[in-house]
């Protein structure tokens, strides 16, 4: 890997060194081309930095690895190749010319600069919903945290974020940091959750709640913060089949501190002024089976396309779009057309949104149902002739699938293509 901060055009720049970003640089780098990889932070790594726990790479390594773990792996790729990282590099603007890209920085060396680019992977992650975001109402104490803000404090910089801890939301970060604040000695009064199914992934659900015999609450919510300096404690109440809250049930919880578990936004602001097309249920760009958005040449992966529950699938996107990005410079891939995949049925949202022609061959198709359904057939079909079915069990909008679907079966002059998922009833 080479420190290089003086070159001006790559033929395929990728924007943030998470996993994704990482498989990206090293994918497109494979294929022979020249790449950066700028990232805002110093280390490479993104938010597996901070997340310590086990769990990470049973599918890519079939090794139980940490986040670090699995970061340096990756890290370790992008070293031995010929990538320049650029780090403390924050992306500003970009600019879509007729053939490339024209990228905007600014860093401590060179200050604001611009790079040419043939190919643009963004993999920039996701943010975290704020308190703002879900209008919590109260005072604006000290105390109040998202909970990779709080995984931060506690795993990277050693401060305890409160003693007596009540936590809003059951994603998945939520509930690894109940886990977390309890073997750091705080006391968590329980998570609450306005849905009536937890938002997390049921294997953290027993292992950092039902192992630490914290209390799941569903159907009820935070609907006041207290304390004027500091959270002194917070009101929660049980919601009716609207989400409204019940007053008659308001409950007085003392607490120091109230640590948000709400959601994860992809991170594509910097993308309106391209008129990329967004998908309104991922938040993500809508692609084609390349990864590629509405704006050719300009590639999406990692929680940035769409929030994944397993870094292992956050990594195979990044491969992906690196591949397909160093393609289009190297002219191996000429669309000759593009259809948009149509969803039916309880399916929530599937990647990729679109088909661009020509398709070569098996390629991963991700997608969460809007309901939980105890059976299911996701059915792919072109018209009326069903290309591939395959049964599913146990299904949960918190957990993500991934099948291989052949869309070189579709014809291009055919009719509409559909994702169906088909909740079944299955006779006793
Ligand atoms: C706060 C938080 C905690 C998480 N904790 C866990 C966990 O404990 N366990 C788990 O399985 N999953 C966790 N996840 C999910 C985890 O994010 C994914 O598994 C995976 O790390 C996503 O990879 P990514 O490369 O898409 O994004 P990230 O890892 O988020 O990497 C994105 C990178 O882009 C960089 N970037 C963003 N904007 C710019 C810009 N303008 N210019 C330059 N660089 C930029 C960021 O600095 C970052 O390094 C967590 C997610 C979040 C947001």
Same mark, same amino acid.
């Given at each position: 890997?080479?420190?290089?901060?003086?070159?001006?055009?790559?033929?395929?720049?990728?924007? $943030?060194?998470?996993?994704? $970003?990482?498989?990206?640089?090293?994918?497109?780098?494979?294929?022979?081309?020249?790449?950066?990889?700028?990232?805002?932070?110093?280390?490479?790594?993104?938010?597996?930095?901070?997340?310590?726990?086990?769990?990470?790479?049973?599918?890519?390594?079939?090794?139980?690895?940490?986040?670090?773990?699995?970061?340096?792996?990756?890290?370790?790729?992008?070293?031995?190749?010929?990538?320049?990282?650029?780090?403390?590099?924050?992306?500003?603007?970009?600019?879509?010319?007729?053939?490339?890209?024209?990228?905007?920085?600014?860093?401590?060396?060179?200050?604001?600069?611009?790079?040419?680019?043939?190919?643009?992977?963004?993999?920039?992650?996701?943010?975290?919903?704020?308190?703002?975001?879900?209008?919590?109402?109260?005072?604006?104490?000290?105390?109040?945290?998202?909970? $990779?803000?709080?995984?931060?404090?506690?795993?990277?910089?050693?401060?305890?974020?409160?003693?007596? @801890?009540?936590?809003?939301?059951?994603?998945?970060?939520?509930?690894?940091?109940?886990?977390?604040?309890?073997?750091?000695?705080?006391?968590?009064? $329980?998570?609450?959750?306005?849905?009536?199914?937890?938002?997390?992934?049921?294997?953290?659900?027993?292992?950092?709640?039902?192992?630490?015999?914290?209390?799941?609450?569903?159907?009820?919510?935070?609907?006041?913060?207290?304390?004027?300096?500091?959270?002194?404690?917070?009101?929660? @109440?049980?919601?009716?089949?609207?989400?409204?809250?019940?007053?008659?049930?308001?409950?007085?919880?003392?607490?120091?501190?109230?640590?948000?578990?709400?959601?994860?936004?992809?991170?594509?602001?910097?993308?309106?002024?391209?008129?990329?097309?967004?998908?309104?249920?991922?938040?993500?760009?809508?692609?084609?089976?390349?990864?590629?958005?509405?704006?050719?040449?300009?590639?999406?992966?990692?929680?940035?396309?769409?929030?994944?529950?397993?870094?292992?699938?956050?990594?195979?996107?990044?491969?992906?779009?690196?591949?397909?990005?160093?393609?289009?410079?190297?002219?191996?891939?000429?669309?000759?057309?593009?259809?948009?995949?149509?969803?039916?049925?309880?399916?929530?949202?599937?990647?990729?949104?679109?088909?661009?022609?020509?398709?070569?061959?098996?390629?991963?198709?991700?997608?969460?149902?809007?309901?939980?359904?105890?059976?299911?057939?996701?059915?792919?079909?072109?018209?009326?002739?069903?290309?591939?079915?395959?049964?599913?069990?146990?299904?949960?909008?918190?957990?993500?699938?991934?099948?291989?679907?052949?869309?070189?079966?579709?014809?291009?002059?055919?009719?509409?293509?559909?994702?169906?998922?088909?909740?079944?009833?299955?006779?006793?």
């Amino acid at each position: 890997m080479k420190q290089q901060y003086d070159k001006h055009r790559y033929d395929v720049v990728v924007i $943030g060194s998470g996993p994704a $970003g990482m498989a990206a640089a090293v994918s497109a780098a494979d294929s022979g081309v020249s790449v950066c990889l700028a990232e805002r932070e110093e280390r490479m790594g993104g938010i597996l930095k901070q997340c310590i726990h086990d769990g990470f790479g049973l599918i890519r390594f079939k090794e139980k690895l940490t986040g670090p773990e699995y970061a340096w792996r990756y890290e370790q790729m992008v070293r031995k190749r010929d990538i320049d990282f650029m780090g403390l590099t924050f992306l500003t603007g970009i600019e879509k010319r007729e053939n490339d890209f024209k990228i905007a920085f600014v860093n401590p060396e060179r200050g604001v600069f611009e790079i040419e680019a043939g190919s643009l992977v963004m993999a920039m992650g996701c943010r975290e919903r704020s308190g703002r975001q879900i209008f919590l109402h109260g005072e604006r104490p000290a105390g109040i945290f998202t909970a $990779g803000q709080a995984q931060d404090f506690i795993n990277l910089k050693g401060f305890m974020p409160g003693r007596r @801890c009540v936590i809003l939301g059951s994603g998945d970060i939520g509930l690894i940091m109940s886990r977390r604040l309890t073997l750091e000695g705080a006391e968590v009064l $329980g998570v609450y959750e306005i849905g009536s199914a937890p938002s997390g992934l049921t294997r953290n659900i027993v292992q950092c709640l039902e192992d630490y015999n914290i209390p799941l609450h569903l159907e009820t919510t935070v609907t006041e913060v207290h304390g004027k300096e500091r959270v002194e404690g917070v009101t929660v @109440c049980r919601v009716d089949e609207n989400k409204k809250p019940i007053m008659e049930t308001a409950l007085f919880l003392a607490c120091d501190s109230l640590i948000l578990s709400v959601g994860l936004i992809p991170e594509n602001d910097i993308l309106a002024p391209l008129d990329v097309d967004i998908d309104s249920v991922t938040k993500g760009p809508s692609v084609n089976q390349r990864q590629e958005t509405s704006v050719p040449g300009m590639f999406s992966c990692g929680n940035a396309l769409h929030v994944s529950d397993l870094v292992d699938y956050v990594s195979e996107s990044g491969h992906v779009a690196g591949k397909m990005a160093a393609a289009r410079v190297l002219k191996r891939e000429a669309d000759s057309g593009q259809m948009v995949i149509k969803k039916a049925g309880i399916l929530q949202y599937a990647v990729p949104q679109n088909i661009s022609f020509p398709v070569n061959g098996q390629v991963p198709v991700f997608f969460r149902p809007s309901e939980a359904s105890d059976h299911a057939e996701f059915i792919f079909r072109q018209g009326e002739r069903v290309i591939h079915k395959k049964k599913l069990s146990w299904l949960k909008p918190s957990e993500m699938h991934r099948l291989e679907l052949d869309l070189s079966k579709v014809r291009q002059d055919g009719p509409a293509v559909t994702f169906e998922l088909k909740p079944e009833a299955v006779n006793e």
